[in-house]
């Protein structure tokens, strides 16, 4: 049940992660059609800063987690491991951001099948990391979200690895690692998250909604 709880907690933050993250689909699509690569990438860049800076609030939130259970009225030890379990989530924030970002770039342009290899192996990796953490080492729930951010890291990196291997291919439809104007990217950031709001609020609604269910099974 702690494990569900912070599954629950966890996703309240990362359906709205991936609503505002649908922003990016509409203007790498529009930016790909028009044949403005240098655009596609600068969109690529903005989504990922932005939507990485968001993983400061969301590591504050998950790290409130056992305070926050208890404050409604959760079970004291149900509460304690819920929030023992979302510490071990949160190294693997900024990896799931990024990967979320980067898969969007390559599916714009109809490139679909790195990031489902990558998705495969990753999960590979994660059944055997909880298997290692959990029993093998003995860290039982504590091991799982271990593994989680593990296989989160790895799912990131192997993306990264295809990435910079297809560079040439790719072109300059991939983000720089240089910032840029600030003016343009203060100006492509109000209109990712004028966008992005209220597709991240859509996907609140129906994670909040479905998650009521876990914190009413928890009392």
């Not at 569900?4 to 992660?17: D, E, F, H, I, S």
């Not at 149900?78 to 979320?100: D, E, T, W, Y």
């Not at 990753?122 to 990391?129: D, H």
């Not at 004028?194 to 009521?212: I, T, Y």
Request: with cysteine; hydrophobic share 55%; glycine share 10%.
């Amino acid at each position: 049940l702690a494990a569900a709880l912070g599954n629950a907690l966890w996703a309240t933050v990362a359906l709205p992660l991936q609503g505002c993250a649908g922003a990016l689909d509409t203007f790498l699509s529009q930016a790909y059609g028009a044949k403005q690569f240098a655009a596609y990438g600068q969109w690529v860049q903005v989504a990922t800063l932005c939507m990485t800076a968001l993983s400061i609030p969301v590591a504050c939130f998950l790290g409130l987690a056992e305070p926050m259970l208890r404050s409604i009225g959760q079970d004291p030890l149900i509460a304690r491991s819920a929030g023992h379990f979302c510490l071990g989530l949160i190294p693997g924030v900024p990896p799931f951001i990024a990967f979320l970002c980067l898969s969007k770039c390559l599916q714009a342009q109809h490139i679909l099948a790195p990031a489902i290899y990558v998705a495969l192996v990753a999960n590979a990796f994660n059944v055997l990391a909880n298997w290692l953490l959990i029993y093998k080492l003995g860290l039982g729930l504590a091991g799982a979200p271990i593994a989680t951010s593990l296989s989160r890291w790895a799912q990131l990196l192997l993306l990264l690895g295809y990435l910079l291997r297809s560079r040439k291919r790719l072109g300059s439809t991939l983000p720089g690692l240089s910032v840029g104007d600030w003016g343009q990217l203060c100006s492509f950031a109000r209109r990712f998250f004028r966008l992005g709001a209220p597709g991240a609020l859509m996907l609140a609604l129906e994670a909040w909604s479905f998650d009521l269910s876990t914190v009413m099974a928890g009392y």
